[in-house]
């Protein structure tokens, strides 16, 4: 099992910053990607970004977050971190932390933090 605890969300004007961090604690060797999704209201969950655990790190980005986001991880702190600059009010959701293993067999979210852009 492996357990995820998201921090750093919260409200900020349109514009402005915010950074997420997520924290990944018990059978990390299963994982191998780590990355944001985020679920909006009345809409389903998508992909923001995802990591790779590998020495190389490599990455994917959906095209909202592309040129505005940056995800990063500290394998020695099993954290995956995103930052999230000139956010936008449609940016507005609930943010969650995800880590699986090669071919997904293994799937794992944290609880979500919300993230509010107001206009």
């Known amino acids: 099992q492996v357990q995820l605890v998201e921090s750093g969300g919260g409200l900020v004007q349109a514009g402005g910053s915010l950074r997420l961090s997520c924290a990944a604690s018990?059978?990390?060797?299963?994982?191998?990607?780590m990355g944001w999704y985020r679920q909006a209201p009345g809409k389903q969950r998508e992909l923001v970004a995802t990591?790779?655990?590998?020495?190389?790190?490599?990455?994917n980005y959906a095209d909202s977050a592309k040129g505005r986001f940056t995800i990063s991880r500290d394998n020695a702190k099993n954290t995956v971190d995103l930052q999230m600059n000139s956010l936008k009010p449609e940016d507005t959701a609930v943010y969650y932390c995800?880590?699986?293993?090669?071919?997904?067999?293994?799937?794992?979210w944290g609880k979500g933090i919300l993230v509010t852009v107001s206009s």
């Open positions: 018990g059978s990390i060797f299963s994982i191998n990607t």
């Open positions: 995800n880590a699986r293993s090669p071919g997904g067999n293994m799937n794992y």
């Open positions: 990591i790779t655990r590998s020495a190389i790190g490599f990455t």
